[in-house]
């Protein structure tokens, strides 16, 4: 069985060290970097913390022949759950967050298609106290949610309307930001790039948030270009977009990692990034400080979306509430090169 000991011993630093950081988050007794350190050799070895040492410590008895408590995460908006550079940073803070609270994660599955039954069956067959699920579903994966887990939470930057519990950060309002943001700076021929269907309505609610702080401001939408939200795909449509139409003054891309496909495609075009167009997104992904120009983009707080999410739901697991609860955090803009002040 892994230990504290071992986890110290492969970070080359003090069981105490260990401690601190596995029980408190917020500790400033060590850097950031031993931090992700430490979580990484948590992860690699596998260690699960003695919860029931911990209840010893603390003067309280487990029920002999207690079950260890586990929970299950499920992506329905991502192929690769440890490469996404949005998701896997609230899968990290659900993870971080279930260690502590001693509670291990049996299962993280990716069912982007959820029409492989394959998926749905081997998720049916996992027995856990509840799940986090991370990003969109339609009504038919929702009824298979609520007829598969008892107890269950979703944490994303879109509301669903589910009939349970959400940890949202709105991307209708912060689109909407980040629209009025480029008014402000002067620009009226404002383009969108990113996602504008799901499940065949224009109904994304990044696109929609465009649509109406423009309509309210009497701008037409002009330069609308619909892709998946990676770069790759990003890249290939802005592409072929620039073939036939003129580039808009400032673009409005749904995520960062879209903004980067564009970027590139641009520059191959000839156009300077943001004397000729300028570019704002959401997500501020780690890679939004180190592409040339640095990227003005939303910060949403992705770990701390993961991390109240699975206080939430352990929360109500361990009956600490009963009533359907919504909590929505806060996000903010982070303003660096990409935008042009006119």
């Known amino acids: 069985m892994v230990t504290l000991k071992d986890v110290a011993r492969k970070c080359n630093v003090t069981v105490a060290t260990v401690s601190r950081i596995l029980n408190d988050s917020n500790t400033k007794s060590a850097s950031l970097a031993m931090k992700e350190k430490v979580w990484d050799a948590v992860r690699e070895l596998g260690y699960v913390p003695n919860n029931n040492a911990k209840l010893l410590r603390m003067g309280v008895t ?43 994660i049996k299962f993280m599955y990716s069912v982007y ?18 799940v986090v699920v991370l990003g969109r579903f339609d009504k038919r994966f929702l009824e298979f949610l609520k007829a598969s887990f008892k107890n269950i939470i979703y944490a994303g930057i879109n509301s ?17 930001d980040c629209v009025n943001y480029l008014l402000k700076s002067g620009h009226t021929d404002i383009g969108f790039l990113g996602e504008i269907k799901t499940g065949g309505k224009v109904n994304e609610h990044r696109y929609k948030a465009f649509l109406n702080v423009l309509e309210n401001s009497a701008i037409k939408p002009g330069f609308t270009v619909n892709c998946d939200l990676t770069p790759d795909d990003a890249y290939r449509q802005m592409k072929e977009a620039l073939c036939v139409q003129l580039p ?3 673009l409005f891309c749904a995520n960062d990692s879209t903004a980067i496909g564009a970027m590139r495609a641009l520059k191959e075009h000839g ?39 699975t206080k939430l739901l352990i929360d109500r697991i361990e009956k600490g509430h009963r009533l359907q609860m919504r909590i929505e955090l806060p996000y903010r803009l982070i303003e660096r090169e990409s935008v042009k002040h006119i």
């Open 62 to 104: 487990e029920a002999k022949g207690a079950k260890t408590k586990s929970i299950g995460c499920i992506f329905t908006s991502t192929h690769n759950t440890s490469s996404d550079p949005f998701f896997s940073y609230i899968a990290r803070g659900v993870e971080n967050q279930a260690l502590r609270s001693g509670y291990i």
């Open 113 to 130: 298609d959820k029409n492989n039954s394959a998926f749905f069956q081997s998720i049916s067959n996992q027995r856990v106290d509840g």
């Open 160 to 176: 669903v309307g589910s009939a349970f519990d959400e940890v949202i950060c709105d991307s209708y309002k912060a689109s909407e």
């Open 248 to 250: 808009p003054s400032a």
């Open 271 to 309: 156009l300077r990034i943001p004397d000729d167009v300028s570019i704002i997104s959401i997500d501020n992904i780690e890679m939004a400080q180190f592409v040339s120009p640095m990227l003005t983009t939303i910060d949403i707080p992705k770990e701390e979306l993961g991390i109240a999410a």
